[in-house]
């Protein structure tokens, strides 16, 4: 007898605690049920496209995006045959570019060099990282390169790194290094700032 009437009290010594973790557990699954998981901060529901610029998704350049970008800088030449120099170390330049995907731009330049009296038209890809809102970019060209009354082959490696202002307006840091193909010729440094528009 008395071993019985110890065996039932350590069983409901046993079950105190069982009771306890379901008694918190009831307690805790309504709050479980409620608990949604936090929205992805700019979340948008609306139609497609209402999203950008509204706190959600950015404007990427995306397929099929034309940018223009006002190019001004300073332009560094090595000695060659363009000298003398012109005392006006400063060049201009535009550039109309074609996004097929977000990490390739291919490019159409045209600047002009005071300092050598050179015109540059190159044409080229630019590869970048695809982040936003600062990417990084690095690209080849190659093309005409006019001065003195000459027309020569030209190539023209740049890297640079971008900031999105907005959806529509890109600022740049660029570096450029002009090289005409050609034996003592005269290299250009271009460092410059650039002023994109997304059409």
Not at 63 to 83: K, L, N, R
Not at 125 to 133: E, I
Request: aromatic share 8%; no cysteine; net charge negative.
């Amino acid at each position: 007898m008395d071993d019985g009437i110890r065996l039932r009290e350590r069983g409901l010594a046993m079950a105190r605690p069982l009771r306890s973790v379901a008694a918190f557990l009831l307690a805790a699954l309504p709050a479980l049920a409620l608990a949604q998981p936090a929205a992805p901060p700019g979340r948008t529901d609306g139609p497609e496209g209402t999203e950008v610029g509204q706190g959600g998704y950015r404007r990427a350049p995306g397929p099929g995006a034309f940018q223009i970008t006002f190019d001004a800088g300073g332009a560094i030449s090595s000695e060659g045959p363009g000298y003398p120099l012109k005392d006006r170390p400063y060049f201009l330049g535009a550039d109309l570019a074609w996004s097929p995907d977000d990490w390739l731009l291919l490019e159409l330049t045209g600047a002009y060099d005071f300092d050598l009296e050179r015109t540059l038209v190159l044409v080229g890809p630019r590869l970048r990282t695809p982040a936003s809102p600062f990417s990084l970019s690095a690209g080849v060209k190659g093309g005409v390169m006019h001065w003195n009354g000459r027309s020569r082959f030209g190539l023209s490696p740049q890297i640079g790194a971008e900031l999105e202002a907005s959806d529509r307006f890109v600022l740049g840091l660029h570096y450029a290094l002009d090289i005409p193909v050609e034996q003592d010729t005269t290299v250009t440094h271009r460092i410059f700032l650039g002023l994109g528009l997304r059409l």
